[in-house]
T-cell receptor, first 114, second 112 residues
Framework: ETGVTQTPRHLVMGMTNKKSLKCEQH?????MYWYKQSAKKPLELMFV???????ENNSVPSRFSPECPNSSHLFLHLHTLQPEDSALYLC?????????????FGPGTRLTVL | GNSVTQMEGPVTLSEEAFLTINCTYT??????LFWYVQYPGEGLQLLLK?????DKGSNKGFEATYRKETTSFHLEKGSVQVSDSAVYFC???????????FGKGTLLTVNP
């Protein structure tokens, strides 16, 4: 595998389910990100991890819970979601603290909440 | 705060037509500017970037010039191909923090 991979690619869940999204980067980067991509809206940064420590949380509801066990893996745990949480969830990684560095994105997980 | 405004589209062109996608920004300080592209079913990829005023970023025939006086970073290509069909995102970064601010994206469709 190369680049940034995400699993699953598609997920359908009910509002009472608990599920997790997985991201893995094979680039040796030290920062990882979760973004939410909704139709007609700009990408929303949800979480940023640097060296496995969360450095930014843009006021995301607690029903989204990130986990970064090491610099190559990032998870997004989901529970009691709402239909408006349906979106494409993108993972990205980069090298270094500087946002001028290129971010490399995975293909995303298309989430549908029923 | 920082913000990016880009033409909403969708934009539909014939092959070999000239492309312009407008992007303007609001930011404090001296941001870096980016264009990312998202092909169907894929994540975003960096297309080009410029880190200071009057810099020109270029890649795959696309160009954009960082214009501080007009706070713009318009994307241009002289002759588009069907394979350029994708969503294009303008973005800016504010320096040492992690945050990229994205525009809403512009869908480009190129017909043969």
């Amino acid at each position: 595998e190369t680049g940034v991979t995400q699993t699953p690619r598609h997920l359908v869940m009910g509002m009472t389910n608990k599920k997790s999204l997985k991201c893995e980067q094979h680039l040796g980067h030290n920062a990882m990100y979760w973004y939410k991509q909704s139709a007609k809206k700009p990408l929303e940064l949800m979480f940023v991890y640097s060296l496995e420590e969360r450095v930014e949380n843009n006021s995301v509801p607690s029903r989204f819970s990130p986990e970064c066990p090491n610099s190559s893996h990032l998870f997004l745990h989901l529970h009691t979601l709402q239909p408006e949480d349906s979106a494409l969830y993108l993972c990205a990684s980069s090298q270094g603290r500087d946002s001028r560095n290129e971010q490399f994105f995975g293909p995303g997980t298309r989430l549908t909440v029923l | 705060g920082n913000s990016v405004t880009q033409m909403e589209g969708p934009v539909t062109l014939s092959e070999e037509a000239f492309l312009t996608i407008n992007c303007t920004y609001t930011a404090t300080g001296y941001p870096s500017l980016f264009w990312y592209v998202q092909y169907p079913g894929e994540g975003l990829q960096l297309l080009l970037k410029a880190t200071k005023a009057d810099d020109k970023g270029s890649n795959k025939g696309f160009e954009a010039t960082y214009r501080k006086e007009t706070t713009s970073f318009h994307l241009e290509k002289g002759s588009v191909q069907v394979s350029d069909s994708a969503v294009y995102f303008c973005a800016l970064s504010g320096g040492s923090n992690y945050k990229l601010t994205f525009g809403k994206g512009t869908l480009l469709t190129v017909n043969p």
